[in-house]
């Protein structure tokens, strides 16, 4: 415990950085990076794994009242993410649709009852990977998400999730998932079926099940691309 002097100077330094906060909320500001970007990702990268569960855990609460882009005005429940924290693979999808904002969960509609057959036929549960979306807050009228909720989602929350679970594979579902983790606007017919980089990891993309739901003949090449990721999880387990 401190005492006299030093405890003057730190009421006031704790005064003045109280005062100093105040004044950039009534500015508008509401994040104030504590290390520059490079130190915090070095310290990230040094989190043990009970602290990057509780972190994800902590940013999920963080999100769960998130007003951050104009998606938030519609939205019943912000869908965060369910599964193992600590999964090989990933799921990625687009956005919450009507059943996933009423429950607040991610891929709970018929396409999610496909991904689950998905999942199944890669001999894994929903419980044993992790499932997420590029968007937390359903689109109204379920419109594909715009680039600017893309971003500052991803850049807020799902960037983060991925960095806590680290997952050996992502699997990207779809259109948007695809091109908004790999920065490109190729479609999903070219880029699906083999391995990209993301950040070190291993992504595949592949169709959404709610595109497979529309177009049956193509679910035969999302289980040549599904059976790929099998194949990698398998090596990095004898591995
Ligand atoms: N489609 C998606 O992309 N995500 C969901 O959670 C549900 C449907």
């Given at each position: 415990m401190a005492h006299g002097p030093i405890r003057d100077e730190l009421t006031q330094i704790t005064q003045a950085l109280k005062d100093r906060l105040l004044l950039e909320k009534a500015l508008g500001v509401d994040f104030v990076a504590k290390t520059p970007p490079e130190t915090a990702a070095l310290e990230l990268r040094n989190l043990d794994k009970e602290e990057r569960k509780r972190q994800l855990e902590a940013l999920g609460k963080v999100a769960s009242?998130?007003?951050?882009?104009?998606?938030s005005e519609s939205?019943?429940?912000?869908?965060?993410g369910t599964g193992d924290?600590?999964?090989q693979l990933m799921f990625i999808g687009e956005g919450p649709g009507y059943e996933e904002d009423q429950q607040?969960?991610?891929?709970?509609?018929k396409a999610g009852q496909l991904l689950t057959k998905i999942i199944a036929a890669i001999k894994l549960t929903r419980e044993e990977v992790y499932i997420a979306n590029m968007v937390k807050c359903r689109p109204p009228e379920n419109r594909t998400p715009r680039e600017d909720e893309v971003f500052t989602c991803t850049s807020n929350y799902l960037k983060y999730q991925i960095q806590y679970i680290r997952p050996r594979i992502i699997c990207a579902l779809g259109n948007v998932a695809a091109q908004g983790l790999l920065h490109t606007r190729e479609g999903i017919s070219s880029l699906r079926g083999r391995f990209h980089d993301y950040d070190g990891i291993k992504l595949m993309a592949t169709f959404h099940p709610a595109y497979l739901l529309r177009n049956p003949q193509d679910k035969d090449k999302c289980w040549q691309d599904m059976k790929k990721v099998r194949k990698v999880l398998d090596e990095v387990s004898t591995g």
């Open positions: 009242t998130c007003t951050k882009c104009r998606l939205r019943t429940k912000v869908v965060y924290p600590f999964a607040g969960l991610p891929f709970v509609g």
